[in-house]
């Protein structure tokens, strides 16, 4: 998710992270389309405590026909007073070029870290203060809401929002959810759209299993597409906390960053996972 501030920028996994803080809204919701509605009503009811998955990355930009691709697994799980999420990547593809990474990234509710273990590095900054009341994971409000989760009045502040025509290169059993950032909202200089494709029936019924987010650079053209896709998802299986547990190896390098009293924390910056 990365993750830019305005200094040292500290990346971390794509868009699972979706937004910045939003300005103060003033606007009123249009109305929603039946469908929608339910939609977004079932994914808000989506109880997740805790979830683990294979996890796949994708970078494009659209000049450039050559997709970089991460893989992996991340782990999820609902904790007091916040929840914590752990993400491994293993495999690596530039275009046709494939190799083996081992790359991590933590986040243990206050403390988010990218761990490079082939350099023995790691970057490890402050996202939330001891006894902050802020939730890292809300839409509009944190440093990474994840896509799952939300609330649906969240989601209609931040977005209009319209369910797409079913295709071929829909994932099976899903509704395709096009978000459109609201004019006059933080998100719309940065972002063009947010695509969610959420598990129409079964066991993961409202759970968005794969995420596309567009980002903006300057003049409003698409900088590049950011696509997170979840499979073999293991849901409320009882995760142990202490799978989000990490210390130090002796011989690597940390760079600390601690949170700075105002912070701008999103999505699309130069620096990628």
Not at 80 to 105: L, Q, S, Y
Not at 108 to 120: E, N
Not at 201 to 216: C, D, F, N
Not at 263 to 272: C, M, N, P, V, Y
Request: glycine fraction near 8%; hydrophobic fraction near 35%; aromatic fraction near 8%.
């Amino acid at each position: 998710m990365p993750c830019c501030l305005k200094t040292k920028i500290a990346p971390m996994i794509a868009a699972v992270a979706l937004a910045v803080p939003a300005l103060a809204w003033q606007g009123s919701v249009q109305p929603v389309d039946p469908v929608v509605d339910g939609i977004l009503t079932q994914l808000e009811a989506r109880q997740v405590d805790d979830l683990v998955a294979d996890l796949q990355w994708e970078l494009e930009y659209p000049a450039e026909e050559d997709v970089d691709t991460k893989t992996g697994q991340v782990w999820f799980k609902e904790m007091d007073p916040v929840a914590r999420f752990r993400a491994h990547f293993t495999k690596k593809n530039f275009g046709k070029r494939r190799v083996k990474i081992n790359e991590e990234h933590i986040f243990d509710g206050r403390w988010y870290r990218m761990i490079q273990h082939d350099t023995k590095s790691i970057e490890t900054r402050e996202i939330r203060r001891e006894g902050d009341t802020i939730q890292p994971y809300r839409l509009g409000e944190g440093a990474f809401p994840l896509p799952f989760g939300q609330k649906k009045a969240d989601i209609l502040r931040e977005f209009d929002v319209r369910l797409a025509d079913a295709t071929d290169k829909d994932p099976k059993n899903t509704h395709h959810l096009v978000l459109t950032p609201r004019p006059g909202m933080q998100m719309a200089p940065h972002y063009k759209q947010v695509d969610f494709w959420v598990e129409q029936q079964g066991k993961l019924a409202g759970l968005p299993t794969q995420v596309r987010v567009a980002s903006l650079q300057g003049g409003g053209q698409v900088k590049n597409f950011i696509t997170v896709t979840f499979s073999n998802v293991k849901l409320n299986r009882g995760l142990s906390p202490s799978k989000f547990d990490f210390k130090v190896p002796g011989g690597y390098e940390e760079e600390v960053t601690r949170l700075e009293p105002a912070a701008e924390i999103r999505l699309g910056g130069d620096a990628q996972p």
